[in-house]
Each structure stands twice: as structure tokens, then as C-alpha cells.
């Protein structure tokens, strides 16, 4: 295809900047590369223009033989650029084009894909249910520390773009750790949530996440520049991950205030691709390892062969007949190939203190959360929730304080997982 006497331009609003030489052929899926020396080969022409590092935008338009425009155009804008890394087009599951920086510069041949890391927003909980708080999850992928300012200016910190959030002096995230913003405070959210020490939790509030959809970004400053435009002193701000969500397919709807979170399913694969994300089980992981898919929990428990037979590997097959299905087993964080690991209540017992309480003892999963249920009758009534019990740092047996019942001689108790709004 020959594109000779096309244009390319820093400027929609001014399509008629560099016409390309003609001829310019390029190849059945091949490449046609142009540089700074051929449109701006003469910096004193008018038409002739540099790509600011800072951000800009670059189109392609079409023009016949006398130089008028035919219609076509195709381009995009970027933001801050790090020094010698290009951006490349990248087509997501959708089939939108977006060009994100790239892993390496391929001038002349295929795209090389876009960078990821080192770190990635990994989980997002932008419309919780009644009685939860929103959050965003950050996972560093690099097995060392990362600082989010910049050492040689400590007061230049990283930003969550869309957030409002420009992270306080001395903030770091451990290697291959996790770290949490959150929509209140941030003590609280620890103790309701039990999330490790080891992760850094920051408030958002009063700032609060578009429940509509929302384009986050992390965000790194580069060192301090000079604006070519003013001259003035001006702090690059680099996008680290981004992510636009919506509330509507393909993205997940029932993160949408039916109390799951946004979970990221491959944190090495691009983030802004609604393939990558899928509704947590549960109110989501703040502070830990988003749940592993069904497919690979199965692969740990499960032979090939078995695999591929529905009677042992199942959703509703009960292969160690503990009378919970696999899928339930998943849900439980137990081993379906073992009768004793499910999820049960242990026993109960009665305290002796004014006002009395029971202690339901259950063998509780690391990572996974549970809602105490209790009705009057065991065989009608609806089972109502009496409280939700935060994560266990380690699997164990865990003892679950709940009061007993004022008007009713007896209760019966149960426990689901995750824990329920």
C-alpha cells in the first residue's frame, strides 16, 4: 500500500504537517518507519514539529495527489514518555486499540507488547455493599522494595491518577508484597479486615471511586524537566498501570454493589482488558492473594485423567464424600481429597460471663471469610446473619464469639463462606 503524500501531524486540529514522501510503500503486513529527521528536518519551517516527551499526540491522515484530505485518519495521544521507550498499539479483548508502553523498542517489525509492573493495581472494590468499604489493592511484581517517590526529590511521590492520592513522603511497598488505599480509615479497615502487618494501608477518604466507571492510574514522576512550551520547572508523571472499569459487560456486574471486588486474574498480563479481571467470590482479599481461578485449584488436587472426568473433578462431584461438593470445597479453601478438611462447625460451648456468649469453634481457612447464621427452628425460618468474621492470618481451628439467644430457648448456628453482605 502506497501512503505517499499522506500526513502525519503533532496536532488533529492541524492535519496538514508532514507529507509523507512519495513513493511511500509499505508491504502486506509490513512497516513503514518514519523519525524526528524526517519531520523535523528543518526545525525552522513552520509545518515542522518535535513530539514532547511530556505528552502529545500523533495522527496519520489520508490525502490524494494535490493534498487533500480523503477522510481516513488514525492516531493517538500519550501521556509523559520514559526516556527511550516507545508506545506501541496493543488491541485488547474488545477489540479497542490502546498504546501503552512498550517493553521494547521494535522499529520496523512487530510490537513487542506492553511493559507491566513493577507494580500493578491488582484488585479494586469500587462499589461495596452496605456495611463495606471501597479499596484499591496494589501488588508490587519485582522481588525487591519500591519506593514511591523519587530518591533524588523525596518530595516527588508517585500518584493514583483518578484517585486524588499522591502517596506521603517514605512510602514502599515490599518485595513482591501488597498495599492497600482505602475508602476510610486506615486502622480501622485494618482491624475490621485483618489485614498482615506487613501491608501498607493509606485513606482515600473523603475521596470516593465512581461507581459509573473510572480510569485509574498509577503513576511515578520522572526527574523534574524544563517545559519546552513556558521553560518552566515541570515534574513528568509516568503511567505505571492504568485501568478504565465500567459497570457493564464485558467488565464483571456483580462488582457493581453486590459485594465482590475487581480481581486481576494474571498479574504479568496487561491490566486495561476487561479479560484480565473477574468478580471476587466474596467481598474480595484486601491485604492478600486474590483467589486462584477453579481451573488451577483443580489442577492442584486433580490428575489430568481425573480431570477430564466429571464423576471426581466436578463442580458438583464429592470425591472424599464429605458431603460437600468440590465446588463448595473451593469456595472453603479445604482438600477435596480429604473427608476431614471441610468446612464444619467443631463444637459450641456456653461461657459463664453476663452477658453469656458461644463460642462456635470451626477449622477456618487462611485467607477466606465467614458469616456466623443462626434461626430458631431447624426446620423453618430463614437463616439470618449475625456476624461476619474477618480472615484468619493461618488455617486452624478458630473460636468465633457470638451472643446467645434473649427470647428464645433455643438457636441453631451455621457458617458460610465468604462471608455473606
Not at 501498607?200 to 512550551?229: C, H, K, M, W
Not at 477430564?308 to 473433578?313: E, L, N, V, Y
Request: charged content about 20%; hydrophobic content about 35%; some cysteine.
Amino acid at each position: 500500500m502506497d501512503i505517499g503524500g499522506w500526513y502525519l501531524t503533532d496536532q488533529r486540529a492541524v492535519p496538514q504537517k508532514f507529507r509523507l514522501p512519495a513513493p511511500s510503500v509499505i508491504p502486506a503486513g509490513g512497516y513503514a518507519v518514519f523519525t524526528e529527521n524526517d519531520w523535523n528536518a528543518n526545525p525552522a519551517l513552520a509545518n515542522s514539529f518535535r513530539l514532547d516527551s511530556h505528552g502529545e499526540e500523533v495522527y496519520l491522515y489520508s490525502a490524494d495527489a494535490a493534498g487533500n484530505l480523503t477522510g481516513y485518519a488514525d492516531g493517538f495521544s500519550f501521556g509523559a514518555a520514559q526516556n527511550g521507550v516507545s508506545f506501541g498499539r496493543y488491541v485488547i479483548s474488545t477489540g479497542e486499540a490502546q498504546y501503552p508502553a512498550q517493553v521494547a523498542n521494535t522499529l520496523g517489525g512487530s510490537n513487542a507488547g506492553p511493559r507491566v509492573g513493577p507494580v500493578i493495581i491488582n484488585e479494586i472494590r469500587y462499589h461495596p455493599a452496605p456495611g463495606d468499604e471501597e479499596f484499591i489493592e496494589l501488588k508490587n511484581v519485582t522481588s525487591v522494595p519500591v519506593k514511591f517517590y523519587d530518591p533524588n526529590y523525596p518530595t516527588n511521590g508517585w500518584k493514583l491518577a483518578g484517585a486524588g492520592f499522591t502517596f506521603p513522603p517514605d512510602a514502599e511497598i515490599p518485595a513482591n508484597g501488597l498495599l492497600l488505599l482505602v475508602g476510610t480509615d486506615a486502622a480501622l479497615f485494618r482491624q475490621k479486615y485483618n489485614v498482615p502487618l506487613n501491608v501498607p494501608v493509606f485513606a482515600l477518604y473523603p475521596r470516593v471511586l465512581q461507581e459509573s466507571g473510572e480510569t485509574l492510574a498509577l503513576q511515578r514522576p520522572d526527574p523534574p524537566d524544563v517545559d519546552i512550551n513556558t521553560g518552566s520547572i515541570f515534574i513528568p508523571y509516568i503511567d505505571v498501570d492504568a485501568v478504565r472499569y465500567v459497570r457493564k459487560p464485558p467488565w464483571p456486574t456483580n462488582a457493581d454493589g453486590l459485594g465482590p471486588s475487581l480481581e486481576r486474574l494474571n498479574a504479568s498480563a496487561y491490566g486495561n482488558d476487561p479479560i484480565n479481571w473477574r468478580a471476587s467470590y466474596g467481598p474480595g482479599t484486601p491485604g492478600r492473594a486474590n483467589w486462584e481461578s477453579l481451573e488451577s485449584w483443580k489442577a492442584r488436587y486433580f490428575s489430568p485423567a481425573e480431570l477430564a472426568d466429571a464423576a471426581m473433578s466436578g463442580d458438583g462431584a464429592d470425591p472424599d464424600g464429605d458431603g460437600q461438593t468440590n465446588f463448595q470445597e473451593y469456595l472453603s479453601g479445604t482438600d477435596p481429597r480429604d473427608a476431614q478438611s471441610c468446612l464444619k462447625i467443631e463444637s459450641t460451648t456456653t461461657s459463664n460471663s453476663t452477658p453469656q456468649t458461644i463460642l462456635i469453634r470451626l477449622n477456618a481457612a487462611a485467607d477466606r471469610t465467614y458469616t456466623v447464621q443462626y434461626r430458631n427452628s431447624l426446620a423453618t425460618g430463614d437463616w439470618l446473619k449475625l456476624t461476619n468474621v474477618a480472615p484468619p492470618l493461618v488455617s486452624g481451628l478458630m473460636d468465633v464469639a457470638v451472643p446467645s439467644a434473649t427470647n428464645s430457648n433455643t438457636r441453631y448456628y451455621r457458617v458460610v463462606t465468604p462471608w455473606q453482605p
